[in-house]
């Protein structure tokens, strides 16, 4: 049984270009949510989703930033005309949404993103 | 807004010895989940230990255990016996109950002396 899986690991972009990060969750999860982790710091929720359905985006940014998990696919986590203030790491979690253990979260490797 | 503290950014144990990492958390809720996730130098994220609020026993799992006490809102982390692979971040974590995010604390870095 996989776990969560993102890709890319690493990614560089240069100012202005976008950022795509991809997240798959662990089989028989739908539910995943992305946070950020800025340098020596904690990690902060962005955006919670189902499929199909953004159901908390209170902690991502109003501008430049998207996400979205279709019927078929990864969640795509998309930020646009990056800045050098995006660079983090971007981890995305999933868990099964039920009860009990369902409602621990597992992380992906997490996606390091440099803005030059 | 619920809100976790760890208030030990840096902590050292020699290597078989305890260590204990603090957590404390602010909510009004009470159906909730407390868990620790560990961060090597990987920086992958690995869940330590969960506990339900609703359960009075505290959570083991091996050489780690929790002290959790709720009427102070605290979550404090045992680590017996440390081992090299026990150096990490160590996250604490809160959630609500059913499928919402999970708020960390700032994390406490864990040394381990050989």
């Known amino acids: 049984n996989a776990g969560v899986m993102q890709n890319p690991r690493h990614l560089v972009r240069r100012r202005g270009q976008e950022a795509r990060l991809r997240c798959s969750p662990m089989k028989g999860h739908s539910h995943v949510y992305w946070y950020r982790q800025l340098p020596e710091e904690g990690l902060k929720f962005m955006v919670y989703l189902q499929k199909e359905n953004i159901i908390d985006e209170s902690g991502m940014p109003k501008e430049r930033f998207s996400a979205e998990f279709p019927k078929e696919g990864p969640s795509i986590l998309r930020i646009q005309q990056v800045v050098r203030g995006d660079s983090a790491a971007y981890f995305c979690a999933s868990c099964g949404g039920g009860q009990g253990h369902q409602e621990t979260q597992y992380f992906g490797p997490g996606t390091r993103l440099l803005v030059l | ?114």
């Not at chain 2, 957590?23 to 961060?39: I, N, V």
């Not at chain 2, 045992?78 to 026990?86: E, N, P, V």
């Not at chain 2, 990490?88 to 809160?94: D, H, K, Q």
Request: proline share 4%.
């Open chain 2, 1 to 114: 807004a619920q809100t976790v503290t760890q208030s030990q950014p840096e902590m050292s144990v020699q290597e078989a010895e305890t260590v204990t990492l603090s957590c404390t958390y602010d909510t009004s809720e009470s159906d909730y989940y407390l868990f620790w996730y560990k961060q090597p130098p990987s920086r992958q994220m690995i869940l330590v230990i969960r506990q339900e609020a609703y359960k009075q026993q505290n959570a083991t799992e091996n050489r780690f255990s929790v002290n959790f006490q709720k009427a102070a809102k605290s979550f404090s982390l045992k680590i017996s016996d440390s081992q090299l692979g026990d150096a990490a971040m160590y996250f604490c974590a809160y959630k609500s109950g059913g499928a919402q995010k999970l708020v960390f604390g700032q994390g406490t870095r864990l040394t381990i002396n050989p």
